[in-house]
């Protein structure tokens, strides 16, 4: 199975900061990377699909780079409502396995 | 609106036996590949099964394989997993999940709220 390791496990930061978070592919991916938010009692939410792509409605300061097996997901000016936690899954091969979790909260 | 609503999760004993369901609303749930995901209290998210669009392909995590079965109604646009000789490590949140994109760069653009089995003597 392909381990996804992300970085850091968790972070504080303050409204309006410049949050990055990383996730290390065991092997190459290619570019079969997702990242979701996750909050607790909530339905996780898809942010980022093929390493760089954003689904409809999520909005831009969201965004994902990245491709082989190193990738981030960079939030530009956090909002209060992204505090939560962040999980990237790899899709490139079965089964797809998920990171960690990096949770965000407030300083 | 589309929704995913999971339920029959609960408290059995080490051994026994579950099910699960998922409901499905506000989509074509006959189109697409369905999902379950499990989260231990306090742990990340873990693939579980796999089900394509007709039932026909299925897939398990090795740590459940041979012991859940995953199924669905399309007629009744629900998913269904039936979980056999439960251990406690199989305590966790059951998140069903739709996905889109096919064989290309998929991914799961709906899940439900969750449904909480806990496996205790």
């Known amino acids: 199975d392909i381990q996804m390791t992300q970085s850091p496990s968790s972070l504080s930061a303050s409204v309006g900061d410049r949050v990055t978070i990383t996730c290390r592919a065991s092997?190459?991916?290619?570019?079969?990377l997702n990242w979701y938010q996750h909050k607790p009692g909530t339905a996780p939410k898809v942010l980022v699909y093929a390493a760089s792509s954003l689904p409809s409605g999520v909005p831009s300061r969201f965004s994902g780079s990245g491709s082989g097996t190193d990738f981030s997901l960079t939030i530009s000016g956090l909002q209060s409502e992204d505090f939560a936690t962040y999980y990237c899954?790899?899709?490139?091969?079965?089964?797809?396995?998920f990171g960690q979790g990096t949770k965000v909260d407030m300083k | 609106e589309r929704q995913l609503v999971e339920s029959g999760g609960g408290l059995v004993q080490p051994g026994r036996s579950l099910r699960l369901s998922c409901a499905a609303s506000g989509f074509a749930f006959d189109d697409y590949a369905m999902y379950w995901v499990r989260q231990p209290p306090g742990k990340g998210l873990e693939w579980v099964s796999f089900?394509?669009?007709?039932?026909?392909?299925?897939d398990y995590a090795d740590s459940v394989k041979g012991r859940f079965t995953i199924s669905r109604d399309n007629a009744k646009k629900s998913l269904y997993l039936q979980m056999n000789s439960l251990r406690p490590e199989d305590t966790a949140f059951y998140y069903c999940?739709?996905?889109?994109?096919?064989?290309?760069?998929?991914?799961?653009?709906?899940w439900g709220r969750g449904t909480l089995v806990t496996v205790s003597s």
């Open positions: 089900i394509g669009w007709n039932g026909d392909n299925k």
């Open positions: 092997q190459s991916i290619s570019r079969y």
């Open positions: 999940a739709k996905e889109v994109g096919g064989n290309a760069f998929w991914y799961l653009d709906l």
């Open positions: 899954q790899q899709t490139f091969s079965s089964p797809s396995t």
